[in-house]
């Protein structure tokens, strides 16, 4: 339950922050290591 609540709220902020327009600077450290999980891995690092 308590990823359940955090991946709601760390999206919720995240949907806040595309509709607002904001920098990615300006996001916590928390959703910019969200974000990252989704990028794919390259496999030349």
Known sequence: MESF???FL???T???AI???QP???LTPEA???LA???PVS???
């Open 5 to 7: 609540a955090y991946r």
């Open 10 to 12: 760390i999206e919720g």
């Open 14 to 16: 995240l949907i806040r």
């Open 19 to 21: 509709r607002e327009r």
């Open 24 to 26: 990615a600077a300006e």
């Open 32 to 34: 910019l290591t969200y």
């Open 37 to 39: 999980h989704y990028l």
């Open 43 to 45: 496999p030349h690092t």
